[in-house]
C-alpha cells in the first residue's frame, strides 16, 4: 500500500508539469521511478504468493484423513471395593443380628468392567494399527472402531512402554483405510499440521495447528525427542495421528501439559523418526531390540568441559562403566566425554542413548572420545538391551582411611575418611570407599548442586582420594594451576555421577 501511494503522486506529478523539455525529462524520470516501483511491487506480490500461507480450508484434507483414523475401545475387568465392614459389638448383643443382616461381611468383591477410550490409526491393508502403549495397556479387550462405526476386535502384536508405542492387529476388511509415513525431519517449526483423534469419547475429531517446536524432551523416557505442537490435543486423542500437509502421518499425539487435562496448546507427538523403526520391529519381532553401551551418562556442563579442557559443552560425560559391558570391553572408563558415536555428532547428553538404540545389534563402531585432554577413538562392539541382566557395577573395594572429620572450606564441605563410624552413621556398604561428606556448607555451591551429607567423593580432578587430606591436596594443586573449579566424582543415593565445584579461598 504504501508502494502504490508513492506510485500514484509519481504519476499525478508528471501529468501536471507536462509541456516543457525540463518537464519531458522530468517525465521520463517519472516514468523510471513508476516502471521500478511497479517491479518491485510485483516482486513482493509474487514472493507473497509464493510462501506457504494458511489454507482457506481443511476440509479436502480431513475428508481424505478421517476414515484412516480410528477410536480404539479397551476394555478392564478390576476388582469392586468391599463394602464397609460390620462394627464389633458385644456378643449376645441384641444389634449382633441385626448387624449381620445389614453387613455381609462375606460378600466376595465385585468384579467389575472398566472402559476407556483412545485413538489410533491404519498403516496397511494387512489390519495393522498403531496407537500409545497407554491407551491398551492391562486392557482384557480391545476394539477398533472404524469411521463408519465398524467395531473389529483387535489383538496385541507387540508393544515399546519405552517409547509408548504398540501395534495392534484386526481382521482385513475392505473397509480400512491406511495412510501413509512421512519424514518428520524434514518439518519445521512453523509449519502447518492437522491432528485427528478421539477426545473425551465424541470420535473422529480434526484441530490444526503449527509445529511449535522440536526435540522437545519432556521426562518421559529415555528417547525423548518430541514435535511439539498448538494444534488442540485432549483426553482421548492419545495414540491418534498428526499429518503434515501432504496428508502424511509424521507423528503420534502421545501427551499434553495441561493444568486442567484439557488442551492448553502445548502437545506432543512422536515423530515418526523415532516410531516407524519401532512399528517395523514390533511388527516383525513383536518386541524392540536395541543396542546396549552398559555406560551411565550425564550432561557436559561449561564448568565441567572448561575443567576438562574440552573447548565446547558437548557431547556425554561418561559417570560409570558397568561390569562386562560393551563400553568396560573397549577400554572406555569414567570422566571420557563421548564426542561421536558411530559416526554421528553427540551434540547432548540425551542423543546418545537413542543413537546407542538404534545401532545394529554386535555391530562394531567407532566412538570418538575426550580423554586427559585430547580425542581419541575406540572400537565398541554394540551389545543387546535386555533390562533383566544389565546391573550397573558398583564394587569398589575398602579401605578405612584416616579418621577424624575436616573442613574445606574452599568447597564449603566438611569430609571425613570412611570408618567403621561412618559407614554406620550413612548406612555405607563395604565396598564403598573414597571421602564422605557429612556437612555441607548451606551457602556453599555445592549445596546448589546438590550434594549432601552422605555422598561419597571417589575422584578429584580423576583421581582416586581415601583421604580428606587428599582432597585438599588436589585443591590445592588445582588452585596453582590456575584453575577455577574442580571436578569431582561422587557417588550418592542415585548412583555415580561428576559435578564441578569452584575453587574459593582456604
Known amino acids: 500500500m504504501e508502494i502504490a ?16 523539455p525540463d518537464a519531458i525529462h522530468g517525465n521520463w524520470m517519472l516514468a523510471a521511478l513508476f516502471l521500478f516501483a511497479t517491479v518491485i511491487a510485483s516482486g513482493i506480490a509474487s514472493g507473497s504468493a509464493s510462501a506457504k500461507g494458511a489454507p482457506d480450508s481443511f476440509a479436502d484434507l480431513a475428508e481424505k484423513l478421517l476414515p484412516s483414523v480410528v477410536n480404539i475401545s479397551t476394555t478392564q475387568a478390576i476388582e469392586g471395593k468391599r463394602g464397609p465392614e460390620m462394627p464389633q459389638v458385644p456378643p449376645g448383643s441384641p444389634f449382633e443380628d441385626f448387624f449381620k443382616d445389614f453387613f455381609d461381611r462375606n460378600q466376595p468383591q465385585r468384579r467389575r468392567k472398566a472402559t476407556s477410550l483412545g485413538s489410533g490409526f491404519v498403516i496397511d ?3 495393522y494399527v498403531v496407537t500409545n502403549n497407554h491407551v491398551i495397556a492391562d486392557a482384557d479387550e480391545i476394539t477398533v472402531i472404524l469411521h463408519d462405526d465398524t467395531r473389529l476386535k483387535a489383538k496385541i502384536v507387540g508393544r515399546d512402554p519405552r517409547t509408548d508405542l504398540a501395534v495392534l492387529k484386526v481382521e482385513p476388511s475392505d473397509r480400512l483405510v491406511p495412510t501413509t509415513f512421512g519424514d518428520s ?24 495447528g503449527i509445529i511449535s517446536a522440536r526435540g522437545r524432551d519432556i521426562n518421559a523416557g529415555p528417547y ?37 487435562g484439557g488442551s492448553i496448546g502445548i502437545g506432543f507427538s512422536i515423530p515418526t523418526s523415532t516410531a516407524k523403526p519401532v512399528i517395523d520391529q514390533l511388527i516383525k519381532h513383536g518386541e524392540v531390540r536395541r543396542g546396549w553401551l552398559g555406560v551411565h551418562i550425564q550432561a557436559v556442563t561449561d564448568e565441567i568441559a572448561e575443567t576438562l579442557g574440552l573447548k565446547d559443552a558437548t557431547g556425554a560425560l561418561v559417570a ?60 565398541v562392539t554394540v551389545g543387546e538391551l535386555d533390562d533383566e541382566k544389565i546391573q550397573a557395577s ?94 569431582l566424582r561422587i557417588e550418592g543415593k542415585g548412583g555415580l555421577r561428576f559435578d564441578t565445584l569452584p575453587i574459593g579461598e582456604s
Do not use: C, H, Y
Request: glycine share 14%; charged share 25%.
Open 224 to 260: 525423548d525427542d518430541f514435535i511439539q505442537t498448538d494444534a488442540s490435543i485432549n483426553r482421548g486423542n492419545s495414540g491418534g495421528p498428526m499429518f503434515n500437509m501432504k496428508g502424511q502421518v509424521i507423528g503420534i499425539n502421545t501427551a499434553i501439559i495441561s493444568p486442567s
Open 185 to 208: 525431519t524434514v518439518s519445521r517449526v512453523g509449519d502447518w499440521i492437522v491432528a485427528i483423534g478421539n477426545p473425551f469419547g465424541l470420535g473422529g475429531t480434526v484441530t490444526a
Open 320 to 379: 560409570s562403566v558397568m561390569k562386562n559391558g560393551p563400553a568396560e570391553t573397549a577400554g572406555l572408563k569414567a570422566g571420557d566425554i563421548i564426542l561421536e558415536f558411530a559416526g554421528r555428532t553427540v551434540g547432548q547428553m540425551r542423543q546418545l542413548p537413542r543413537i546407542v538404540a538404534a545401532t545394529e545389534i554386535g555391530k562394531p563402531v567407532e566412538v570418538l572420545v575426550w580423554r586427559d585432554g585430547k580425542q581419541i577413538t575406540k572400537s
Open 125 to 127: 491393508r494387512a489390519g
Open 5 to 20: 501511494l508513492v506510485t500514484q503522486s509519481l504519476v499525478d506529478g508528471a501529468v501536471t508539469r507536462r509541456g516543457s
Open 394 to 487: 558398583s564394587g569398589r573395594g575398602g579401605g578405612a582411611g584416616e579418621k577424624g572429620e575436616v573442613k574445606v572450606g574452599s568447597l564449603g564441605l566438611t569430609l571425613s575418611a570412611i570408618n567403621d563410624a561412618m559407614r554406620k552413621r550413612f548406612d555405607l556398604g563395604d565396598e564403598v570407599k573414597g571421602v564422605v561428606v557429612t556437612a555441607v556448607d548451606e551457602n556453599a555451591t555445592a549445596a546448589e548442586k546438590n550434594i549432601r551429607p552422605g555422598d561419597v567423593i571417589v575422584e578429584v580432578s580423576q583421581t582416586e582420594v581415601a583421604s580428606p587430606g587428599d582432597v585438599s591436596r588436589m585443591v590445592s594443586q588445582a588452585r596453582e594451576a590456575k584453575k577455577r573449579s574442580v571436578l
